[in-house]
C-alpha cells in the first residue's frame, strides 16, 4: 500500500496556496485595469 510522503503532505497545499496567491493578483490586476478603463471612457 503506498501510502503519501511527507513531501505530498506538504508539497500539494504549497502549490494550491501558491495558485491562489498567483490567482489573486493576476484578478486584481485584471479588476483594476477594467475599473481605470471604465473611468477613462466615462471621462471622455
Known sequence: ???PT???V???PAVLLVG???G???GGNA???QLAERAKR???
Request: net charge positive; aromatic share 10%.
Open 10 to 12: 506538504l508539497f500539494i
Open 1 to 3: 500500500m503506498g501510502l
Open 20 to 22: 491562489i496567491i498567483v
Open 24 to 26: 489573486w493578483v493576476m
Open 6 to 8: 511527507s513531501a505530498h
Open 42 to 44: 466615462a471621462k471622455e
Open 31 to 33: 479588476a483594476r485595469q
